[in-house]
């Protein structure tokens, strides 16, 4: 599903009024399949220590990155997301937090990218084409993440860290 495709099946469902955060995540893995289509996007995958992230990104069954989407146009600074949304930070190394239009994009907890491929106007999505191309390289990025390699049983051993009570590889 191409980005203006994408856009346009999320405001038949935002316009609906019927939609809920989960009716537009079918949209966002079919999206980000068309666009990087060596990774397998799974909607509601298994939990995992830090909780259940929305989306998992693998590849060749391994784990590359999580998604943490929103309701469209839900302010993703709201202090009720907070606690949730520091776990994930704290504990997953490649994290994407989402309202299906603006994208925040964070590497080891840290916030690296924001942005907007649209944005709701006078009760409907209206895309910005602009960032189009970029939104594409970051979501290409986002996905051929690798992290840490592991090249001994000194550096596997090392590789293990906690991060707030979590342990990652």
């Given at each position: 599903?191409?980005?203006?495709?994408?856009?346009?099946e999320?405001?038949l469902l935002y316009?609906?009024g019927h939609?809920?955060e989960?009716?537009y995540r079918?949209?966002?893995?079919?999206?980000?399949s068309t666009l990087?289509?060596d990774v397998?996007?799974?909607?509601?995958?298994?939990?995992?220590?830090?909780?259940?992230?929305d989306?998992?990104?693998t590849?060749?069954?391994?784990p590359?990155?999580f998604i943490?989407?929103k309701?469209?146009?839900?302010?993703?600074?709201n202090?009720t997301?907070?606690?949730q949304?520091?776990?994930?930070?704290?504990?997953?190394?490649n994290?994407v937090?989402?309202?299906y239009?603006t994208?925040?994009?964070f590497v080891?907890?840290v916030?690296?990218t924001?942005l907007?491929i649209?944005?709701?106007?006078n009760?409907?999505?209206?895309a910005?084409t602009?960032n189009?191309d970029?939104?594409?390289?970051?979501?290409?990025?986002?996905?051929?993440?690798t992290?840490?390699?592991?090249?001994s049983?000194?550096?596997w051993?090392?590789?293990?860290?906690?991060r707030?009570?979590?342990?990652?590889m």
């Amino acid at each position: 599903m191409t980005l203006p495709d994408y856009l346009k099946e999320l405001n038949l469902l935002y316009k609906s009024g019927h939609a809920t955060e989960h009716s537009y995540r079918g949209h966002l893995a079919s999206m980000i399949s068309t666009l990087v289509p060596d990774v397998q996007v799974t909607n509601e995958p298994q939990r995992i220590a830090c909780g259940a992230p929305d989306y998992i990104i693998t590849r060749k069954g391994i784990p590359i990155g999580f998604i943490e989407a929103k309701d469209v146009g839900a302010d993703l600074f709201n202090k009720t997301y907070k606690e949730q949304f520091d776990r994930y930070k704290a504990s997953l190394n490649n994290l994407v937090i989402t309202d299906y239009l603006t994208f925040q994009f964070f590497v080891d907890g840290v916030l690296s990218t924001t942005l907007s491929i649209g944005h709701v106007e006078n009760g409907r999505i209206v895309a910005e084409t602009g960032n189009f191309d970029l939104f594409t390289r970051r979501i290409t990025e986002f996905c051929s993440f690798t992290g840490q390699t592991v090249t001994s049983a000194r550096n596997w051993q090392s590789s293990w860290r906690p991060r707030q009570g979590y342990w990652l590889m």
